[in-house]
């Protein structure tokens, strides 16, 4: 077993596909990027990467968090109470109508989830962007969400991780929603005073009000391979120029040449590129400046557990991160 | 020539009106200053009347006019000694956005502001108001600019959004505003902003992150232009009118929404009508704004303007 291939731990496996996500009556599912069907067990089981082209399909919050903390394990926070439809917003339909709808759907009050525990034996504190919720839409609640994980990321003392996955604002909401941006820019502020890591990861699809603020302000910013990744919508830019847009435009690729995001991580190995990114930021402030290799004053570091990272197997070293991901497995093709 | 607004159909004919009469009153004949006195008062209360109640769509138009003051004019008409700054000095120089710093009423500061440009030649050159990634970026160097010199900061807003272009994608736009609010909210020196024709979305917020937030009159701010959010959540785009209404997007609606500080009252019939009035009244705003700011350090500057936008939203009552 590579130092990668073991990051699916049964647990997790068990754990992801006893998820929300109810299984399908539909047994298989149709992978959108190359056609071929998958069963749904493995799909599930390879965290919803297809097997055949390596496509990242869309991935359910719960399955994210769990992906990510030591063993699978983290606790929800509540999120706090923020004001329901501001404007009294009336479209096609009423805005409080297809709240509940989606609230219904997904069985969650809002767009966000917040998720606390450990990640490399230090503190984290995740929140996870419901693209099924409104299209993970940022409306009032979700800012004043995003502001409560900040705040208790601080309060812990923990790592502040970000997984969007979002349209951008939510327009129901009008100008409250465009408030947001400022908002959680400011949420970023706090953490980044704190002395605290931000690390936003950008999955498909990242866009609008969101990619325009605390998506993009991220200490480092990871993509998952494919994601489409921008501020305005490819529909939007198509009417304005009038011609088409080139191959691969606003994905996690196009972005990484254009050096707008650090670096592409490969769904299985998020959690090991993670657990790198906390201890190489994180530890520094937690050991005495000038500790010597031979005198660890290590009483109150927390042991990092053996994700890989360290050299698991006497003098194997772990391999860099790079910023395209690298090839995880056999059958892995990636590009 | 000037630009009738399709809701403006007895001001115009009132105005034809009068400017035949002055035409004719070069001739030498009598009582047409009488008439042409009489048709200005119908024609003010007209103005009065039509511009008193406009609709929220109305004050789209109005915002968008083609003769509506824009940056420059006000740059031209507050700012002494300017010194016009160029480039984000990594990329490119944005012409859709203009800065620099100047002297205005005895203070030297940094005025920032998209331009959407005067006839459709200058238009074009100007891209209509919508700034590229560098164009936000030269407006983060000038308030870095603005931080290191402990100069207050003018913004200036005025622009349909930033630019959905395949260049503007590739070079960060997303990034480019994030940025941009986050410098404005980090400042330790004063940000006012107006929003003077125009505030369209993250391109607007990008400069607006400020300690006083303005709007004229008959000016707009939203998260989506009523037309973009009308072909999304209506699916057609002649919904515009419905979706600007529904999104509360004039200055009216966004004070008692407590997103503006302010709103700075236009001439009658618009600024349009009497550009160097309205670049004045904005004058007295920002020079009161920036009066109540001055002598404040930077910490509680930040403090307060966090504060600010903090408690939007939340004062909605839950």
Same mark, same amino acid.
């Given at each position: ?150 705040? *208790? !990321? &601080?309060?812990? @003392?923990? /790592?502040?991780?970000?997984?969007? #996955? +979002? ?7 009008? $100008? ?22 931000? *690390? !936003? &990861?950008?999955? @498909?699809? /990242?866009?609008?009000?969101?990619? #325009? +603020? ?7 910013? $990871? ?23 080139? !191959? ?88 | ?318």
């Amino acid at each position: 077993m590579s130092w990668l291939s073991n990051v699916v731990r049964p647990k997790l496996r068990e754990w992801v596909g006893a998820g929300s996500r109810s299984v399908p009556d539909n047994l298989w599912e149709k992978c959108p990027a190359c056609e071929q069907m998958i069963f749904h067990r493995e799909l599930e089981s390879r965290l919803r990467v297809c097997p055949h082209c390596d496509h990242h399909l869309r991935l359910g919050v719960d399955a994210r968090l769990g992906m990510i903390f030591d063993d699978a394990a983290f606790e929800t926070v509540a999120l706090p109470k923020a004001p329901v439809d501001p404007l009294k917003f009336r479209d096609v339909r009423k805005y409080p109508d297809r709240l509940k709808e989606a609230q219904t759907r997904t069985g969650r009050s809002e767009a966000l989830i917040i998720a606390n525990g450990q990640i490399g034996a230090l503190p984290a504190v995740a929140v996870a962007l419901n693209f099924d919720f409104m299209g993970g839409s940022m409306g009032v609640a979700v800012g004043e969400s995003f502001l409560a994980a900040a705040r *208790l !990321a &601080i309060e812990k @003392d923990a /790592t502040f991780i970000v997984f969007c #996955a +979002s349209g951008g604002a939510r327009m129901q909401e009008g $100008i409250l929603s465009l408030m947001q941006m400022a908002r959680t820019t400011i949420a970023v502020q706090l953490v980044r005073e704190a002395g605290l890591p931000y *690390l !936003a &990861i950008l999955t @498909d699809p /990242t866009t609008g009000g969101v990619s #325009a +603020s605390f998506a993009m302000l991220g200490d480092v910013t $990871i993509a998952e391979p494919g994601a489409v990744i921008g501020f305005a919508g490819a529909r939007v830019i198509e009417q304005t120029i009038r011609e088409s847009l080139p !191959a691969g435009f606003q994905k996690a690729e196009y972005l990484l040449e254009h050096g707008m995001v650090d670096l592409i991580v490969h769904r299985s190995a998020m959690r090991e590129a993670l657990v790198r990114l906390n201890t190489l930021l994180r530890r520094p402030r937690l050991e005495p400046i000038f500790a010597s290799a031979n005198e660890p004053d290590g009483e109150e570091l927390p042991e990092v557990p053996d994700d890989g990272l360290r050299g698991e197997r006497g003098s194997e070293a772990p391999p860099a991160l790079h910023a395209h991901p690298q090839p995880v497995g056999e059958d892995r093709v990636v590009e | 020539m000037r630009t009738f607004l399709d809701f403006e159909k007895p001001i115009a004919d009132l105005e034809g009106k009068i400017a035949e009469l002055r035409h004719l009153s070069s001739t030498g004949e009598i009582n047409i200053a009488e008439e042409i006195s009489r048709l200005q008062v119908k024609l003010d209360a007209s103005l009065k009347q039509v511009y008193g109640k406009l609709s929220a769509w109305q004050k789209v138009q109005v915002a968008r006019h083609f003769d509506r003051p824009h940056s420059r004019d006000y740059l031209t008409g507050l700012i002494d000694d300017f010194v016009a700054l160029a480039g984000d000095k990594a990329f490119a120089e944005d012409p859709a956005m203009i800065g620099g710093i100047g002297r205005f009423r005895g203070r030297t500061v940094i005025v920032i502001g998209q331009e959407k440009g005067a006839d459709t030649e200058d238009r074009i050159r100007h891209n209509f108001g919508m700034a590229r990634p560098e164009g936000y970026r030269k407006a983060q160097r000038l308030m870095r600019l603005a931080d290191r010199f402990a100069l207050p900061v003018i913004t200036l807003v005025d622009t349909p959004g930033a630019y959905p272009g395949v260049d503007a994608e590739a070079r960060g736009q997303a990034e480019a505003i994030a940025r941009s609010i986050d410098i404005c909210l980090g400042l330790g020196v004063p940000i006012v902003s107006v929003v003077i024709g125009e505030g369209g979305s993250g391109g607007a917020i990008a400069l607006a992150a400020a300690d006083r937030v303005m709007m004229l009159e008959h000016a707009v701010y939203s998260v989506i232009s009523p037309e973009g959010c009308a072909s999304i959540l209506w699916r057609d785009g002649e919904q515009a009118k419905t979706a600007a209404q529904a999104m509360k997007m004039t200055a009216e609606d966004l004070k008692e929404l407590g997103i503006i500080d302010r709103i700075v009252a236009e001439p009658l019939g618009g600024a349009h009508r009497a550009p160097e009035l309205a670049v004045a009244a904005v004058g007295d705003a920002l020079a009161e704004a920036l009066d109540e700011l001055a002598g404040r350090d930077a910490d509680s500057l930040r403090q307060e303007r966090r504060m600010k936008f903090l408690r939007m939203g939340a004062q909605q009552g839950a």
